[in-house]
């Protein structure tokens, strides 16, 4: 099924992308520097995305992490839900097209609900982009899938299903890969049962568990002493996404690949640190599942917290997955709890100058309980308490129902000493752009041309576009999974690394649901008069150390 994948190269791949070309560059026999430059723009220029996997898939047949031969079953607890259909089944359709999972792959999907093959095609392929020449192999992938129904409580279920994964080839001896597509609620019960009816007699196992890991310190360790208590840590993959994106990735990089970033990445030149996560939609609809949560949960506490550990801890000993696990768990002791003089919270009603969903707040959502307070927006300043970072404001921030769509770490650097210009200078910025359109920039100032010295802010373009054009990589969800296909945990969350998250955010988490403090309101984003959030997290922001001039946007250079 699809050729070989392997381990945690996949995650050099742009770099590996490049070299691989270069290599072949280098067969076809020498030439001068110019042209070779040139040479080498124009095949990065013309890489089309089969080409991308062609070069993967060389590089990584040298990888020893798991056999072409063995046989893996992937199983989809959950597999009649959302994220299934729309994330899981697409993903696999897209490895298995690029020819990036094991050729002898099967995907089981197991749920209560009595569908076949057809009904889960028929619900997931409309997410799969396939084209009408992928016909053939659409249906080649459709014929390595099956469904097997059954409670997610009851032994009995779990023993039909794993008469059906011995049956296929190899089933028993079959390594078997379990994503857990459910609520938390039944993770206990599903576990449980994995354990004692389902697991590979001579293969590994491996659980990959989405978030939310519990509500909060007591009930996430609850969790994590059931499923440790069942697995091994290095069965158990915790899945955080956003570990999977590119730029978060590039961020090891950036830090500890480049001499120039050693010398500045401390509190002696760094103001402060923001990080971001804006969507410019509501809840549409799906606000009780999200009233259960709120922003914090969803977002905060998972995604920009792991961004943050990135930024800000000290280089590994290796890229081995427990060296760099081990000092972003370092950087999470050094952080106190939140305290609640350094929050906003937000909650987004309509906006009388928009259109459609727009006008509608929070309250607004049907499937809203009437009267929440939960926040759909929250800013939050922590500090890490130890000598490369002491006293500098790490700003986290994210929100629903915004003006744009964005997720980014940006470093803001402190003012030039000795001024000369006239206070004319800005803060410098590095600026690493998460989603939409990748980036890596420097804001900093140059001179207006003219006669005079007038400074004026422009960037320096660190993209992926200039050297990688139109290149397609895997995206986050293809990594991760790939990673558990190879058994390298680098991008999953440890069961240390969960427990300091949650010790930061848990009592002030308690202290919103005991009060229930009152989220400030702020006009949905899209439409006249909507924007930011609340206007006093500006004021949190600037408090702390934030400069916000606003006389600077970036222009991605490769859409003029």
């Not at 929050?343 to 049907?366: H, I, K, M, S, W």
Request: proline share 5%; glycine share 8%.
């Amino acid at each position: 099924m699809g050729t070989r994948a392997s381990c945690g190269e996949l995650h050099t791949d742009s770099r590996s992308i490049g070299d691989t070309a270069q290599r072949r560059r280098g067969q076809q026999g020498a030439r001068s520097p110019a042209a070779g430059a040139e040479s080498t723009m124009a095949e990065q220029v013309a890489l089309s995305r089969t080409q991308v996997c062609g070069i993967l898939r060389e590089e990584l047949y040298q990888g020893d992490a798991f056999h072409q031969s063995d046989t893996h079953i992937f199983i989809i607890m959950g597999a009649s839900g959302d994220l299934a259909k729309k994330k899981i089944y697409p993903t696999l359709w897209w490895l298995f097209r690029d020819g990036l999972l094991p050729e002898d792959t099967y995907i089981v999907g197991y749920a209560r609900s009595r569908l076949s093959v057809a009904d889960i095609r028929r619900q997931s392929e409309p997410f799969f982009k396939a084209t009408p020449e992928e016909k053939p192999r659409l249906e080649e992938f459709f014929a390595r899938n099956s469904y097997v129904a059954g409670q997610y409580d009851d032994a009995a279920s779990y023993a039909r299903l794993n008469s059906h994964m011995n049956a296929l080839h190899q089933g028993p001896q079959a390594n078997r890969l379990f994503y857990l597509a459910l609520p938390p609620t039944v993770y206990e019960a599903v576990t449980k049962n994995i354990r004692e009816t389902c697991m590979s007699r001579a293969g590994w196992n491996r659980v990959i568990v989405e978030k939310p890991f519990g509500r909060d310190l007591q009930s996430s360790d609850q969790l994590s002493n059931h499923i440790s208590s069942l697995f091994r840590e290095d069965q158990i993959y915790r899945i955080d996404h956003y570990l999977g994106k590119e730029m978060v990735q590039n961020l090891m990089v950036l830090r500890f690949a480049n001499r120039i970033f050693g010398p500045i990445w401390n509190r002696d030149n760094i103001a402060c640190v923001i990080l971001t996560f804006k969507e410019p939609f509501g809840t549409e609809g799906r606000g009780g599942y999200f009233d259960e949560f709120g922003i914090i949960r969803d977002v905060m506490q998972n995604h920009l917290l792991q961004m943050l550990c990135l930024v800000a801890m000290e280089k590994p000993a290796s890229t081995d997955s427990d060296d760099v696990r081990d000092e972003k768990v370092k950087v999470l002791k050094c952080i106190s709890e939140v305290q609640a003089s350094n929050v906003v919270l937000g909650q987004y009603v309509g906006n009388p100058n928009g259109e459609g969903e727009a006008t509608r707040g929070y309250l607004d959502d049907p499937t809203v309980p009437c009267g929440s307070t939960t926040a759909t927006f929250a800013a939050v300043v922590l500090y890490v308490e130890n000598e490369r970072w002491d006293g500098v404001p790490f700003i986290l921030r994210c929100g629903k129902a915004l003006n744009e769509r964005k997720a980014e770490v940006r470093l803001q650097f402190r003012d030039v000493a000795g001024d000369i210009f006239q206070q004319q200078c800005k803060r410098n910025e590095l600026v690493i752009r998460v989603q939409p359109d990748e980036a890596v920039y420097t804001k900093m100032m140059t001179k207006k041309p003219g006669m005079f010295f007038s400074p004026e802010e422009s960037e320096l373009d660190l993209t992926y576009g200039n050297r990688y054009k139109n290149v397609k990589l895997p995206d986050a969800y293809e990594r991760l999974i790939l990673d558990v296909f190879c058994g390298s945990q680098m991008h999953f969350v440890r069961s240390d690394e969960l427990r300091e998250a949650w010790r930061i955010f848990t009592p002030l988490l308690h202290k919103i649901e005991r009060e229930k403090l009152q989220p400030i309101p702020y006009v949905y984003g899209r439409g006249g008069g909507g924007g930011r959030g609340p206007p006093e997290a500006d004021e949190l922001m600037k408090r702390v150390g934030f400069q916000y001039e606003g006389t600077y946007k970036w222009v991605n250079p490769h859409k003029l």
